[in-house]
């Protein structure tokens, strides 16, 4: 014996009542011809677009063999070519990726570029250049580093007490292009003395008043 629901009253009866106890509605009946229906059984086949697409796109359209109906043999097919591809994705990406040491050819050697040689002035060329044209001065010195001679006018430091020197060569005595060391350089300048020769390595920094100015200079030797 076997409690059922009742197809009237949706309360548990006995599959071998002849009726429903609750309700009255005929159980035996209806249980057999329950029975009797037939089971229906989809089979599916692989048809020409969904196996083409598994060929060529297994990870994408392997999954629909997952759906009901599909026979065993297809499913074991399809994530066998879809293992397959996989794997042989991953062996290509390893042989991209492996170092040219492995494959025993020999790296190229780094060589790194050659420092551009400063750029080479007077002190006087200086002055003569940001007189002409401040515009053209600028281009060529401003934010630039290049190495300035001439001879030693004065030493002083300026108001935040960073040392500087002048350097004869300007257009009038009051106009002597100006350098300032840099604040570990305050011994060097402390040893300079008016009328001594001198190199130094500067960044420029454009001009007063037709003045040339340079920063963060250091002895060129």
């Not at 042989?88 to 492996?98: N, P």
């Not at 492995?102 to 790296?107: E, L």
């Not at 006087?124 to 600028?138: C, E, G, I, K």
Request: charged share 15%; aromatic share 8%.
């Amino acid at each position: 014996m076997v409690l059922i629901t009742c197809y009237e009253c949706d309360r548990m009866a006995s599959d071998q009542a002849a009726a429903c106890p609750h309700c009255g509605a005929p159980i035996a009946q209806h249980a057999a011809a329950v029975k009797a229906q037939p089971v229906i059984v989809v089979n599916r086949s692989v048809g020409f677009w969904l196996g083409l697409g598994v060929l060529l796109f297994p990870v994408v359209f392997v999954w629909f063999l997952l759906r009901k109906g599909h026979s065993t043999t297809s499913r074991v097919v399809g994530f066998a070519w879809l293992a397959f591809a996989l794997s042989v994705m991953a062996g290509h990406e390893r042989s991209d990726t492996r170092p040219a040491a492995a494959t025993g050819q020999r790296q190229p050697a780094r060589v790194s570029a050659p420092a551009a040689p400063l750029y080479e002035i007077s002190a006087q060329q200086l002055a003569q250049a940001y007189d002409r044209n401040t515009v053209a001065a600028d281009q060529q010195f401003k934010g630039k580093r290049f190495k300035v001679t001439g001879v030693v006018d004065s030493i002083n430091t300026d108001m935040f007490g960073s040392p500087y020197v002048t350097l004869r060569g300007g257009v009038n005595q009051f106009m002597e292009p100006q350098f300032e060391l840099d604040e570990e350089r305050a011994n060097y300048a402390a040893g300079l003395q008016s009328g001594m020769r001198i190199s130094l390595v500067c960044t420029g920094r454009g001009d007063v008043a037709k003045t040339p100015l340079s920063k963060d200079c250091v002895p060129a030797n």
